[in-house]
Every structure is written in structure tokens, then in C-alpha cells.
């Protein structure tokens, strides 16, 4: 099961990508596995070289009991001190920002794929979707 930030190429140049753990409660995985993710309005911020990712909706269990969790809370990424020192560095010196791409599963772990992204103007996002529409112009005219 894949968990998509359909908005974000749509929103974001994506400059590069890293995937992390993400530090999770047992009710959180279990809401995960369900579906019930959202990523509007979610980024990472670096914060005492730890990566944070601020925002990310993940539903209550409905089974949980009184140990159930705060739906946005703010949950700790798990990456390697090289990666975050990158990270930080474009993030503070580029101003660029982080954004989660995909939420997926690796040996029954979840993992994020995390984007370090450069926001698009207004006239980027009519450019793009001028492409959109010229590709599947050409798909249907193709078939």
C-alpha cells in the first residue's frame, strides 16, 4: 500500500529525494495500514539535527484504547547524519523546503519518501499544466 502527495509535483520543483523511517505509536501503524493518512499541509523541519515532520494527519484507531494518539502530532524522521546535514544545509542556505512525497512500506516498516523542493510560481504551474494536456492529447489522438 502507497500513500501519495498527489499535490506536491503539482506545487513543488523537486530538487531531491530521501528515504526515512518515520518514528510511529503502535495505534499510528495500525491507522496507517487502514489508509487513514492525510498530507495536506504537512513539512519538515530540522530542528536540533533531527528531522520533524510537522502536521501529518493519521487518524485515530477506532479500537485504541485511552493510549491512543494525537492525530498531529509531530513525528520524528529517521535518517543518517550525513543526509541531515545535507538536508539542513539546503534547507537553511537554498531556502528550499521539505515536503513528504509517499508514505510506503518496506518489510513492514514505514518509510517516507521525503522531497527537498523548490516552490513553483503561479506561471510554472500553467506551464505545467499545458504538458498535461499536450501529452494526453497526444495519447488519445495516438490511440
Known amino acids: 500500500m502507497e500513500i501519495y502527495n498527489r499535490k506536491a509535483k503539482y506545487d513543488y520543483f523537486i530538487i531531491d529525494e530521501y528515504e526515512c523511517g518515520i518514528e510511529l505509536l503502535g495505534t499510528e501503524i495500525k491507522s496507517i495500514r487502514k489508509g487513514a493518512v492525510n498530507f495536506n499541509d504537512c513539512y519538515g523541519r530540522v530542528k536540533n539535527q533531527e528531522v520533524f515532520l510537522i502536521n501529518m494527519y493519521i487518524a485515530k484507531y477506532e479500537e485504541g484504547n485511552i493510549f491512543n494518539h494525537d492525530e498531529r502530532r509531530e513525528r520524528k524522521l529517521l535518517l543518517n547524519k550525513k543526509e541531515i546535514i545535507k538536508i539542513e544545509a539546503a534547507v537553511f542556505q537554498k ?16 518509510k517516507i519518501l521525503l522531497g527537498v523542493c523548490e516552490g513553483k510560481k503561479l506561471y510554472d ?4 499544466i499545458k504538458e498535461k494536456d499536450l501529452k494526453r492529447k497526444e495519447l488519445v489522438e495516438y490511440n
Open 95 to 110: 531556502r528550499y523546503t521539505l515536503v513528504p512525497l509517499k508514505l510506503y512500506f518496506v518489510r513492514n516498516k514505514a
Open 125 to 128: 504551474k500553467r506551464e505545467s
